[in-house]
């Protein structure tokens, strides 16, 4: 009932750009903070964005290795966030997943997968050069 869904994962060439959404079934049952994760061969699962929208407020957040090129954002009315990549590059390659998290308040960790209690099947992100 909670567990989101990605879709818009592909293959695009280096400096192309790829739109990832994640329906949040179910988004009512927990907080209002929702992360972009990905997993790259051979590597642990790291945290790329992460977005929390409350009463007049909106905290974005980024993995260095993605600011400017990557933005989260939210929309309320159908409960789905978004991640936009442009200027991809091959590093960017990996399993992207959606998560949400019960709770989330300013000043805590945003990018500690274990934190998070939903996660999607995740969708692929291939980035050639």
């Known amino acids: 009932q909670v567990q989101p869904v990605e879709s818009g994962g592909g293959s695009v060439q280096a400096g192309g750009s790829l739109r990832l959404s994640c329906a949040a079934s179910?988004?009512?049952?927990?907080?209002?903070?929702m992360g972009w994760f990905r997993q790259a061969p051979g590597k642990e699962r790291e945290g790329v964005a992460g977005i929390y929208t409350g009463t007049g407020v909106t905290f974005n957040y980024y993995a260095d290795s993605v600011k400017g090129r990557f933005t989260i954002s939210r929309n309320n009315a159908n409960n789905t966030v978004y991640l936009h990549m442009n200027s991809l590059k091959p590093e960017d390659t990996a399993i992207y997943y959606c998560a949400t998290r019960r709770s989330w308040r300013r000043g805590d960790s945003w990018s500690i997968p274990r934190e998070y209690n939903y996660w999607g099947q995740g969708t692929q992100v291939t980035v050639s050069s």
């Open positions: 179910g988004y009512s049952y927990s907080s209002n903070f």
